[in-house]
């Protein structure tokens, strides 16, 4: 079983609530969503893993057991082309739960006309497949979200 936990601080509210229909009907796959904090930041990995995908706005963490972990920092955030978002890693890197991965800032994210709003999503998984989901309260980087088995 995997436990993944937040990659960022903030407010749990479950992917429903996520600004964009590919997340909330969960097309991307079943997961939590966070509503995070408005101050500078670093987004660390929500599991032990290899980073297989990373773009400035979102990145995924494969464990041992082959779960794939998207965070994706914001909605529609692909478009500021990675301005305000910093690279802390490099795709194929081996990393560890609450290792820092992309430093950015929400507020900016906002100013920029975007949602901040943070999808946190299993990759290829079926929602009977999570328990123990999160989808509301304040979490930290590294409070548990769900339990993947």
Avoid: Y
Wanted: net charge negative.
């Amino acid at each position: 079983m995997t436990i993944v936990t937040s990659p960022l601080a903030g407010r749990t509210i479950g992917l429903a609530a996520v600004p964009d229909p590919v997340f909330s009907g969960a097309m991307v796959g079943p997961g939590t969503a966070i509503d995070p904090v408005r101050e500078p930041g670093e987004a660390v990995a929500p599991v032990d893993g290899v980073i297989v995908s990373l773009h400035p706005h979102a990145f995924v963490v494969v464990d041992a057991e082959g779960h794939g972990v998207l965070t994706h920092l914001g909605i529609d955030t692909v478009q500021l082309n990675g301005e305000g978002f910093e690279l802390l890693v490099n795709k194929g890197d081996t990393v560890t739960r609450g290792q820092a991965v992309v430093r950015w800032n929400p507020a900016a994210v906002e100013v920029a006309g975007k949602s901040p709003i943070c999808p946190i999503v299993a990759l290829e998984a079926t929602a009977d497949s999570l328990s123990d989901l999160r989808e509301d309260g304040d979490v930290k980087a590294g409070d548990a979200l769900f339990s993947w088995q």
